[in-house]
T-cell receptor, first 114, second 116 residues
Framework: AQSVAQPEDQVNVAEGNPLTVKCTYS??????LFWYVQYPNRGLQFLLK??????LVKGSYGFEAEFNKSQTSFHLKKPSALVSDSALYFC????????????FGQGTTLQVKP | EAGVAQSPRYKIIEKRQSVAFWCNPI?????LYWYQQILGQGPKLLIQ????????DSQLPKDRFSAERLKGVDSTLKIQPAKLEDSAVYLC??????????????FGPGTRLTVL
């Protein structure tokens, strides 16, 4: 069965520093991986996805993610964090069935301090 | 392009009462999803429609939850009767196609349900 794990409940970084939010996955077949961000009292906003091709995927708001097949990881990164990046981040994998539902990790809270 | 619309944004009810949530997907999106997000967890799929047909309702508690998408556009999710453990955020999402695993799902703002 497909699954994702986000090993950190919270990540704290200083504004201007690089940030990494970790995600590992378990899939049968090719992985289709997604990152979403959730601000308080808001729905999930799509950041980026990995389907195939380059291992470094660029997304919205300056975020990027690195796909590593050997380590079954898909870590979210940003070179320079902003206070406004503080939010809840979810990694998700597309289910292998034809329904295409997303299976989400438990989420990581990113706190960027001035 | 307008996003996914949901209403109401917040709802507080007593246990054993009924409640309904409404969702209008992005125009032209054939696939509509309802997810339940319990505090501290990631969203979990309840039901998925393609046009007006159900694709996956395996995780829907059918003794109390029901959903419909009669004209293949907007959708209603109902809970009757509600239990305390139904307190959660109910997220609606839509995507252009089903069976295309590269398709991106776009989410609405959610409805936060509190059952007292």
């Amino acid at each position: 069965a497909q699954s994702v794990a986000q090993p950190e409940d919270q990540v704290n970084v200083a504004e201007g520093n690089p940030l990494t939010v970790k995600c590992t996955y378990s899939v049968s077949g090719n992985p289709y991986l997604f990152w979403y961000v959730q601000y308080p009292n808001r729905g999930l906003q799509f950041l980026l996805k990995y389907i195939t091709g380059d291992n470094l995927v660029k997304g919205s708001y300056g975020f990027e993610a690195e796909f590593n097949k050997s380590q079954t990881s898909f870590h979210l990164k940003k070179p320079s964090a902003l206070v406004s990046d503080s939010a809840l981040y979810f990694c998700a994998v597309r289910d292998a069935s034809n329904t295409g539902k997303l299976i989400f990790g438990q989420g990581t809270t990113l706190q960027v301090k001035p | 392009e307008a996003g996914v619309a949901q209403s109401p944004r917040y709802k507080i009810i007593e246990k054993r009462q009924s409640v309904a949530f409404w969702c209008n997907p992005i125009s032209g999106h054939a696939t509509l999803y309802w997810y339940q997000q319990i505090l501290g967890q990631g969203p979990k799929l309840l039901i998925q429609f393609q046009n007006n047909g159900v694709v996956d309702d395996s995780q829907l508690p059918k003794d109390r939850f029901s959903a419909e998408r009669l004209k293949g556009v907007d959708s209603t999710l109902k809970i009757q009767p509600a239990k305390l453990e139904d307190s959660a955020v109910y997220l609606c999402a839509s995507s252009h196609n089903v069976g295309t695993r590269t398709d991106t799902q776009y989410f609405g703002p959610g409805t936060r349900l509190t059952v007292l």
